[in-house]
């Protein structure tokens, strides 16, 4: 149904590109026989030019991971909280992107700041082409301006750098070796109770990963500290038990 409703998306494209073309072709007979004017037919010459260069745009996008969903990771850096302010008006504005284009946004993970702004989130956007249309955001991203929080009424510079990685479905091949992976936990910090500072209930996941076209390894870390059930999490190392195939499976 993906595949379907890809080439659907090209044949609409198509479509609405041919029909712009005939009905210009068709505006400016009238306008050679006085029936239609100048500004009617550059408006829809505009109007089809903007379809033909949105079709090759979207044609550019021909990378395996393009068309996916994508997830999108924003953290605060140097700065202060003009950092943390900046950290925040970046996420309003994918927040806004996402909803102009008709995404599905969820935020999976949101640490603020103690002052104003955020230190970093981390959001899930679904839709077709996301990640194509997004990944060109990667890197540190910088805003100069007359700070609101500085006494002086000074210009800070704020830094702020944003992460995308497409969300990969089952049409991408994905190999994990175990003997890659590492496990560890610490105790994560709170607001208090009986178990800070007795149970490590934070949990952080290694990966050396090599790169198989340059030889090359990086260290892919995971880390979870917002649940303070320890079992719960080291429970995904372990491999689901083999239901028995006579027995029913629990309501």
Do not use: C
């Not at 079709?55 to 996916?68: G, H, Q, S, V, Y």
């Not at 500085?150 to 003997?179: H, Y």
């Amino acid at each position: 149904m993906k595949k379907v409703r890809e080439v659907k998306g090209w044949l609409n494209g198509y479509k609405e590109a041919s029909d712009a073309y005939n009905d210009l072709a068709v505006l400016f007979d009238f306008a050679k026989e006085g029936e239609a004017t100048e500004e009617e037919v550059d408006e829809q010459y505009n109007a089809a030019i903007q379809i033909v260069e949105n079709l090759e745009f979207k044609n550019m996008l021909r990378e395996e991971a393009d068309p996916m969903s994508a997830v999108l990771k924003i953290n605060a850096g140097a700065g202060g909280t003009e950092a943390q302010d900046w950290a925040q008006m970046l996420m309003r504005m994918y927040m806004r992107y996402a909803e102009n284009h008709k995404y599905k946004l969820t935020i999976s993970n949101l640490l603020e700041a103690d002052d104003a702004g955020i230190k970093q989130v981390t959001m899930k956007i679904e839709g077709d082409y996301a990640y194509g249309y997004l990944k060109g955001e990667n890197g540190v991203h910088r805003l100069v301006r007359v700070s609101p929080y500085n006494a002086q009424g000074k210009r800070m510079t704020s830094f702020a750098s944003v992460f995308v990685t497409p969300l990969v479905d089952d049409t991408i091949e994905i190999v994990v070796e175990q003997s890659r992976l590492s496990w560890d936990t610490f105790r994560s910090g709170g607001a208090g109770g009986q178990n800070v500072n007795k149970v490590e209930s934070g949990v952080r996941l290694r990966y050396q990963y090599k790169d198989p076209y340059t030889g090359e390894e990086e260290e892919i870390l995971i880390e979870n500290t917002e649940t303070r059930d320890q079992p719960k999490l080291l429970r995904l190392r372990r491999p689901p038990r083999e239901r028995p195939s006579h027995q029913l499976p629990d309501l």
